[in-house]
C-alpha cells in the first residue's frame, strides 16, 4: 500500500508530535473515523473552532494499539478533535465530517480499504450520540441514500506514534502524492459535488 511505504520512510526523520492544546472551560471532543487519519487530521485542523486534532486508533479489541498490530484487533484509525463549543457546535463538526469522507462507503475509504478505514462516529456523550443520530438521518436525506457510517458510543482512544502526528506538515510531498494517489478529493467532490469540504478552509 502507498500510505504504508511512506509512513515507514517518514519514521526516521520526523521526531516530534502533534501538539497538545491548553485546556479550557469551553473545550469538547469528538472522536470520528473517516479513512486515512492523515488526512482527518490535516482537514479538521482548517475548521474554525477545532483546537487540536490528534491521529489515533479505537474501537478495537486490545488496549494500546500501534500501527502495526491495529488492524488484526479490530481498531479503526481516528482522529480525536477538540473544539471549543463557544465556537462550533458538535451538530456541525459532523456536518464538516461527512461533507470530507464517503459516508455510504461501507468497505472502507477511496483506495484504502478494510474495517480499519471504514467511517465511524464514536459518541463521548449521550447528548452526542443523540446528534449524530439526528445529523445523520438528515445526511441520509441530501445524499437520497443510506449511510454506512456507524455510530457508536466512544471507546479508548490510542494517540497513533509520533511519526503520524503531523504528518501533512511535517512531509507535505509524501502526503500530497498520497492523497491524490489515493483518489480521496476527486472522491469526495463527485459524491458532495459544491458541498464538498464546507466548513474546510482552503489553504494554498
Not at 119 to 124: G, K, N, P, S
Amino acid at each position: 500500500m502507498i500510505r504504508t511505504l511512506l509512513a515507514s520512510a517518514a519514521l526516521a526523520t520526523t521526531l516530534t508530535a502533534a501538539p497538545i492544546a491548553t485546556a479550557i472551560a469551553a473545550q469538547q471532543t469528538a472522536i470520528l473515523a473517516g479513512g486515512c487519519f492523515w488526512c482527518i487530521e490535516k482537514d479538521f485542523e482548517k475548521v474554525k473552532g477545532v483546537v487540536d486534532v490528534v491521529s489515533g486508533y479505537t474501537g478495537g479489541t486490545t488496549a494500546n494499539p500501534t500501527y502495526k498490530n491495529h488492524v488484526a484487533a479490530g481498531h479503526r484509525e481516528a482522529v480525536k478533535v477538540t473544539y471549543d463549543d463557544s465556537k462550533i457546535d458538535y451538530a456541525t463538526l459532523l456536518r464538516i465530517f461527512y461533507r470530507s469522507v464517503d459516508p455510504t462507503d461501507a468497505g472502507g475509504q477511496f483506495c484504502d480499504r478494510g474495517h480499519s478505514y471504514t467511517t465511524a462516529i464514536y459518541a463521548t456523550t449521550d447528548a452526542q450520540l443523540k446528534t449524530a443520530k439526528t445529523v445523520q438521518a438528515e445526511t441520509e436525506g441530501v445524499l437520497g441514500k443510506p449511510l454506512a457510517t456507524e455510530i457508536t458510543t466512544a471507546k479508548p482512544f490510542t494517540a497513533a506514534e509520533d511519526y503520524h502526528q503531523n504528518y501533512a506538515s511535517k512531509n507535505p510531498i509524501r502526503y500530497n502524492f498520497y492523497r491524490r494517489s489515493c483518489g480521496r478529493d476527486s472522491g469526495v467532490k463527485a459524491l458532495w459535488g459544491e458541498q464538498a469540504y464546507q466548513g474546510i478552509a482552503k489553504t494554498s
